[in-house]
C-alpha cells in the first residue's frame, strides 16, 4: 500500500511537472505569435515604404518582340498623353513588365515604373485624370498584404462615392 502511494504520489507530481511545462511552452508560443505579427506588420510597412516612389501602369501596348528602349518610348508617349511638359525630364530608376510573356496570352502585361524622384512620381499621379477615356490606368504600387486589405475596402469606398460622402483609402 506504501509503494502504491508512493507511485501515485510521483504520478502526481511528474503531472504537475508537465503541466508546468505545456503552460511555460504555451506562454512563449503566445510570445512568439505576437512577435511574428509584429515582424509581419514592419515587413507590410518596409515593403509598402520602399514601393511608394512606384507606379503600375495598365494598358500600355506590348510589342512582340518588345525593347527597352521600345518600352521607354511608349511610357514617354503616356506621359505626353498625359499632358505632361517635357516627359523625357522624369528621369526613371527602373521600368519594367510584370510577369512572363507568353506565346498565346491575350492583353499586355502591367508596367512597373519606378521613379528618381518623389516630385516626378507625384506629378505623374497628379496627371492621371487626363488618360480618362483612353485603356490605360495607373494604379499605386503596394504590397500584397496591403493590395488584401483595399481589395476588401473596396466595396464601401464605393458605397460612399455613390451616397457623395468623402472617403480615402
Known sequence: L???????????????????KIDSIQQQLDEV??????????ITQQEDYSRKINLKFEGIPEAQEESDPAL????????????????????????????QKK?????????????????HRDLVWSKKKNLQGSNIFIKEHFSEVTEEARRALYPYAKSARILGEAHTM
Not at 2 to 18: E, F, G, P, Q, W
Not at 73 to 98: D, G
Open 103 to 119: 506565346a498565346n496570352r491575350r492583353g499586355v502585361r502591367t508596367v512597373l515604373v519606378k521613379f528618381i524622384s518623389q516630385k
Open 33 to 42: 505569435k505576437e512577435e511574428n505579427k509584429y515582424l509581419r506588420k514592419k
Open 72 to 99: 521607354l518610348h511608349e511610357i514617354y508617349r503616356v506621359f505626353r498623353q498625359m499632358n505632361i511638359e517635357n516627359p523625357e525630364s522624369i528621369i526613371l530608376s527602373n521600368y519594367h513588365r510584370i510577369g
Open 2 to 20: 506504501c509503494n502504491a502511494l508512493s507511485k501515485a504520489d510521483y504520478a502526481v507530481k511528474t503531472a504537475t511537472s508537465v503541466e508546468d
